[in-house]
């Protein structure tokens, strides 16, 4: 049955949700404010499974690469597929601990077909990696801010509406089911909220725990190197082509001014200098901040009180890996159908005792 849904948020997040809702034929209202430092235009778009210090799997990881290849996979979306360039990660080994330790999980069938091991250093006049290292296969980035654009794009295509301003939660009526807009009453059957970090704000959940975590990111430009994957050593960097690369992150808890900094740029400059070779030049920096949670995990849920409102955030610092199988989960949720969501994901977490 169609229904009328009202989405709060177009990042990842609303943005994903909003686009399987309108192809299972709702009526979707998506209300972004869309500044440029929100964390899904800023992001780096990386979708990789082996993260970390030290170099964990990542939870669900194979299930969130299939329901990647899933999502992008739709007949509807298969456009969006030209925002994603699959290219293989590579860690260097900085101890020999670490090439011991990947010896022995290269062969463990749990990372069957996630990684390769380089015994033996890779380009080495660009980068440091005497010991080798470990390629991370089915990975890639995303241009998130060409894809949120398609993404928006598509959702108008295929009948939603996209309204490019923020909605004051004063406006919302959650029992009435009315939104009151400038041009008049808006009535929804269902409302979702995706805001990221502005969820600190959501009087509807005030038991929530997002943490906003700021993220700084680097565009460079090295004219000698030539870097066929993504390097990842204590910082990423991507290969944007033409010589030009995106260079980070940095991590600040508890920080909600999207504002570049200079120790923020320092650092990644330190972490650079220690793993490339090359020269390299500083062309512009920026910053978002990501919507974290203190388990690490998303939150995909349904109101306790009211349960025609919903909510998908905390994705935290993988936004290109979770918002596809999270928008599914709630999408089919919305559609009526019983969806089982993974407790450590789900909204119930805040409010059990
Ligand atoms: C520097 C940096 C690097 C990152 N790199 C990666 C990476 O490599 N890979 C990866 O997967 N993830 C990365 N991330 C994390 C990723 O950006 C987030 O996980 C993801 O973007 C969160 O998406 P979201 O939709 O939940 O939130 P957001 O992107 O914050 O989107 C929320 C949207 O809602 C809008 N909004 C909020 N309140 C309202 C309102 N009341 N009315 C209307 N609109 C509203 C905001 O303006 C915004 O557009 C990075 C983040 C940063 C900051």
């Known amino acids: 049955m169609k229904q009328h ?19 299972a034929g709702h009526a979707v209202t998506l209300f972004d ?23 964990a799997k ?15 996979g739709q007949e509807a979306c298969r456009e969006l597929q030209q925002h994603l360039h699959y290219v293989p990660i590579y860690r260097p080994f900085r101890q020999v601990s670490e090439y011991n330790k990947w010896v022995g999980r290269s062969a463990d069938p749990a990372y069957a ?15 440091h990696n005497e010991l080798g290292g470990i390629f991370i296969l089915p990975c890639g980035w995303a241009d998130t801010r060409a894809l949120l654009k398609h993404t928006h794009q598509l959702i108008g295509q295929y009948g ?29 059957d269902q409302i979702v909220f995706c805001e990221g970090y502005q969820a600190i704000n959501n009087p509807f959940f005030p038991g929530l725990k997002v943490i906003p975590n700021k993220g700084d ?29 995106l260079a980070g992150s940095t991590y600040e808890n508890d920080c909600t001014e999207a504002k570049p900094s200079a120790a923020a740029r320092a650092e990644i400059c330190y972490y650079l200098d220690a793993a490339l070779k090359v020269p390299y030049r500083v062309l512009d920096q920026r910053a978002g901040i990501r919507p974290t949670t203190p388990n690490r995990r ?9 349960p025609w409102v919903h909510l998908l955030n905390g994705l935290g610092t993988k936004g290109m ?22 407790p450590e994901a789900g909204l119930d977490r805040f409010w059990q005792k």
């Open 33 to 55: 404010e869309q500044v440029s430092s929100s964390a899904s235009r800023v992001a780096a778009g990386l979708f990789n499974v082996i993260t970390g210090r030290y170099g």
């Open 160 to 188: 939603g509406r996209v309204v490019p301003e923020p909605l004051t939660y004063s406006r919302i009526s959650i029992e009435k089911k009315i939104i009151e807009t400038d041009s008049g009453n808006l009535p929804f």
């Open 5 to 23: 849904i009202s989405i709060v948020g177009g990042g990842l997040a609303g943005s994903f949700l909003g686009l399987r809702l309108v192809l």
């Open 298 to 306: 998303p939150i995909v849920g349904t109101h306790p009180q009211w």
């Open 321 to 342: 890996l979770l918002a596809p199988y999270c928008s599914r989960l709630l999408a089919q949720r919305i559609g009526g159908q019983a969806v089982s969501i993974p």
């Open 217 to 245: 990111l680097l565009l460079i430009e090295a004219e000698t190197l030539n870097l066929p994957f993504v390097l990842s050593r204590k910082v990423f960097v991507i290969p944007l082509g033409e010589h030009r690369y």
């Open 58 to 72: 990542s939870w669900q990881a194979e299930l969130l690469l299939e329901e990647i290849r899933a999502f992008f």
């Open 113 to 127: 077909g996630l990684v390769r091991l380089a015994e033996r250093p890779v380009l080495e006049g660009g980068i």
